[in-house]
């Protein structure tokens, strides 16, 4: 039975190598140990470690699977789900944030913020949910403090406030200050953990302690004032300094987190807005794990419970299609220790076991009203190509595949006017070679594939593309919906276009989620 302590739900946007593997692994041993849900690699569910999906991930040596974490800290369940990155970045990477309710930005102090950090953030930051900051490696010598949280507001446009700051860094790092109890963390090589109150420490040479009085009177003056509701609402992002690594900063960390995290919010579903204490259990279904057995083309669909009670074999609706079905018979979960889940509250991410129902964004409620949530957004693809059957007689197992696999969002398809070839367009690779497997392994096509060097795609939303604006470089295509795509090869091409058609209205689709 699962306890109905409060959930707090979140995930990591970072660029690889920030930290996020090492933040989560410490996060993670502070909340009493790992505990998987969704991996589907475990023991107890071994019939797919042999399967073919798998070989994909071994050969390239990822997780496809996305997995969901869970830690308990002072009575709170914080779900962490898992966002990947590296050559497995792809659409559920994105969508993986539609199902949490607050985001962790973890930045390399030496770095910055980078470009994959950018790109989730805006997920994160249109769907207006707390995003807590953690500058990570303190013990390397990075940018200067004052210079990192310049950089977060102009770059990401959001107010900061550090929560705490550091003394010293890289190697005259001594601790950290926590701005609302005047305690620091005092960083020592041992990695225990020594706080001491700051006006009876003793080991700050006069200088150290005149530069960060300083700095600390600069903050307390002509920082950003602190509100609840600024962070509930991503408009000011609470900043910790600390090093993953070290598990320095970690647990101060981890205290605020419980604080400051959102708790599962009311979600908007067919124009209204569905409140998690609804005794209606309903949930949306983000991202859908395919084919892990070939030989049963059986699916994980992973369900974020935005309201009411989950019980297992409790009779659900489809709200799509009408359909309803009880989730215990033909549906299997997995849970935080990979077993059958009996129940799930607000917040938490379930696993079911889809035989082909369920598409990416569906709603399912227990009641009778079939709301929807939001529809899941199309995200702005970078990679492109162009692709045909290998051969030409499997046309009709090529358009079913197709069909069935842009419907569960696997791939994007865009379509060339008049003769009406197909380009597909993914935000990462790694979708290519899910795409490319697939249509091998379920409806036996062989795709030829012709990379394209555009890397922009920009919708239409005013004035017309008439035949002379465009040629191979700068293309006009149509998406699944039928709206009008233009394809550039890079800004420089975009701008030329832009400046010499001024009154076409372009959109990154961005601006459309
Ligand atoms: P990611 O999941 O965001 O990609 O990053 P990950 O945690 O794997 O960390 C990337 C690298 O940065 C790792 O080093 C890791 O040890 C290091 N790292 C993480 N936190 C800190 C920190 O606070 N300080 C310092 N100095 N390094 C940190 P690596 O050499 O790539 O891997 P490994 O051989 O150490 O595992």
């Known amino acids: 039975m699962t306890q109905e302590r409060p959930r707090r739900t979140f995930a990591i946007i970072s660029h690889p190598d920030a930290g996020k593997t090492t933040l989560t692994e410490k996060l993670l041993f502070l909340g009493g140990g790992i505990r998987d849900a969704g991996t589907v690699k475990g023991k107890k569910s071994g019939k797919f470690a042999t399967s073919d999906w798998m070989e994909i991930e071994k050969q390239r040596g990822i997780s496809v699977t996305s997995s969901v974490m869970q830690l308990i800290y002072n009575d709170v369940q914080i779900n962490i789900l898992d966002t990947p990155g590296h050559q497995d970045f792809s659409e559920d990477t994105y969508r993986t944030l539609t199902a949490v309710d607050t985001a962790v930005m973890v930045i390399d102090s030496v770095k910055g913020i980078e470009a994959q950090t950018l790109k989730l953030f805006k997920v994160c930051k249109m769907r207006g949910i707390p995003i807590l900051t953690f500058i990570n490696k303190l013990d390397r010598e990075g940018k200067e403090p004052l210079d990192l949280l310049a950089e977060i507001e102009e770059v990401l446009e959001m107010e900061t406030y550090p929560m705490n700051w550091p003394i010293g860094m890289g190697k005259t790092l001594k601790g950290i200050y926590s701005r609302g109890t005047n305690k620091i963390e005092v960083y020592d090589d041992t ?276 035949d002379g604006m465009t040629d191979s470089r700068k293309m006009l295509v149509n998406d699944q919906h039928g709206r009008s795509v233009l394809l550039f090869e890079n800004e420089f091409a975009l701008r030329f276009f832009q400046d010499k058609y001024p009154d076409l209205k372009l959109s990154t689709g961005w601006e459309m989620l």
């Not at 040479?205 to 903050?219: C, T, V």
């Not at 009709?396 to 969002?409: A, C, N, P, R």
């Open 191 to 466: 990695h225990d953990r020594v706080i001491v109150d700051y006006d009876e420490q003793n080991f700050l040479e006069d200088y150290e302690k005149e530069q960060f009085e300083d700095e600390l009177m600069l903050l307390n003056e002509a920082g950003n004032e602190f509100t609840q509701d600024k962070v509930r609402n991503g408009e000011l992002t609470p900043v910790f300094f600390g090093s993953a690594l070290s598990s320095f900063g970690v647990q101060s960390f981890l205290d605020e987190f419980v604080q400051h995290a959102a708790p599962p919010q009311p979600r908007k579903a067919s124009g209204e807005m569905i409140d998690p204490e609804s005794s209606t259990f309903s949930g949306f279904i983000f991202k859908i794990q395919a084919n892990m057995n070939p030989n049963h083309r059986d699916r994980i669909a992973f369900l974020r419970v935005c309201s009411g009670t989950f019980t297992r074999g409790m009779e659900v609706m489809l709200s799509r299609t009408g359909k309803k079905m009880k989730l215990s018979q033909s549906h299997s979960f997995f849970a935080s220790d990979r077993e059958t889940v009996n129940d799930a509250m607000p917040g938490d991410i379930i696993g079911l076991y889809d035989s082909g129902n369920f598409e990416v964004g569906d709603t399912i409620v227990s009641g009778s009203e079939p709301y929807r949530y939001e529809e899941m957004p199309q995200f702005p693809p970078e990679k492109f190509a162009k692709i045909t059957a290998k051969n030409a007689l499997k046309h009709k197992q090529y358009h079913k595949g197709m069909t069935q696999l842009v419907q569960e969002g696997t791939i994007q398809l865009y379509k060339t006017p008049y003769f009406e070839d197909y380009i597909i367009g993914a935000v990462g690779e790694l979708q290519f070679q899910v795409f490319e497997y697939r249509m091998k392994n379920e409806y036996k096509v062989d795709i030829e594939f012709q990379h394209m060097t555009h890397e922009l795609a920009r919708w239409v939303t005013g004035g017309e593309v008439t």
